[in-house]
């Protein structure tokens, strides 16, 4: 006959670690619900603004003014763009021609007044025949020298506080015509940029 004190204390243990199973479970259950509870978590935003500053183009500079296609339209003349020559407020702008006109001499020398065009304009003179030219700017003159290359017509007029040298192999009627363009260029060009001397 089975000994019944030995299943009664064994369902008793049973019992006893079913109670403390139980207990634990609630006690970490307990603690886990009140960790979670107590801990709160906080998401940062940043605000980042961006500020977007327009840039103007840069203006342009003097060589610029006059492109190969406008000596074209103007003169008839067939040109590379020009190369540059700076020396302190002078800028030296040459057309190299592929056709009879040859080269086209482009000059701006800036910071000028009447009485500096006057002596430049005595300067010149000592070497070349000068005819005054008015219409043409606050104060101009001419020059024509005959070669063998053909007859070249040099205008220099002065406007504002930018003097203007134009010589080519061109009639006098279309050397006129570019002198004038040149001028409407240069008055559309703020006093900054007048100043300006072409890229390098």
Do not use: W
């Not at 220099?156 to 930018?162: E, R």
């Amino acid at each position: 006959m089975p000994d019944r004190r030995g299943v009664h204390v064994r369902v008793g243990v049973g019992i006893a670690c079913l109670a403390a199973g139980a207990t634990l479970i609630a006690a970490c259950s307990s603690g886990s619900s009140s960790k979670g509870s107590s801990t709160t978590l906080h998401r940062s935003t940043t605000t980042t603004t961006t500020t977007v500053v327009p840039v103007s183009a840069p203006p342009p500079t003097l060589c610029d003014l006059v492109l190969p296609r406008d000596l074209d339209r103007l003169l008839g003349a067939e040109s590379a763009p020009p190369t540059h020559a700076l020396s302190g407020a002078t800028a030296l702008c040459r057309y190299p021609g592929t056709n009879s006109l040859g080269v086209v001499v482009i000059r701006y020398r800036t910071g000028m007044d009447l009485a500096r065009f006057e002596a430049a304009k005595q300067s010149f003179a000592q070497g070349n025949l000068v005819q005054p030219l008015p219409g043409v700017g606050d104060a101009g003159y001419v020059s024509v020298l005959e070669s063998g290359t053909g007859v070249n017509r040099t205008v220099v007029a002065l406007d504002g506080h930018t003097e203007v040298f134009v010589s080519t192999l061109a009639d006098a009627a279309h050397t006129r015509q570019l002198m004038t363009f040149i001028r409407r260029r240069l008055a559309a060009l703020s006093p900054s940029a007048r100043s300006q001397t072409p890229r390098s």
